[in-house]
């Protein structure tokens, strides 16, 4: 194997690791877990991204965030529902106990 092959293979392997998919996957993997361990998940991976793939300027973040969106709205659509669910929750208890 030669040094450009191999610089190949772990620039494809760093890219493979890190691409939207693989964040998504190692989310997913975890899906058991609270929301607040997830969004940590999601965060030190798009952290590391940046440290293997350096973002340079904001739009290259924003591209980041943009590629990573469906992740990300998940855990948001899934953390609104997860506080609407402990709000009616909530009604419910103060609601039960006036009675």
Request: charged share 20%; with cysteine; aromatic share 12%.
């Amino acid at each position: 194997m030669t040094i450009d092959e191999a610089h190949a293979e772990v620039k494809h392997g760093w890219a493979k690791s890190y691409s939207p998919e693989a964040i998504a996957k190692a989310v997913g993997s975890v899906a058991h877990k609270p929301l607040g361990y997830r969004i940590n998940i999601l965060i030190a991976r798009l952290c590391f991204r940046g440290i293997y793939f350096p973002q340079m300027g904001r739009f290259a973040w924003f591209k980041t965030i943009a590629e990573n969106r469906r992740t990300i709205f998940s855990l948001i659509k899934e953390g609104f529902a997860g506080r609407r669910t402990s709000v009616q929750n909530a009604q419910e208890v103060g609601a039960s106990s006036l009675s």
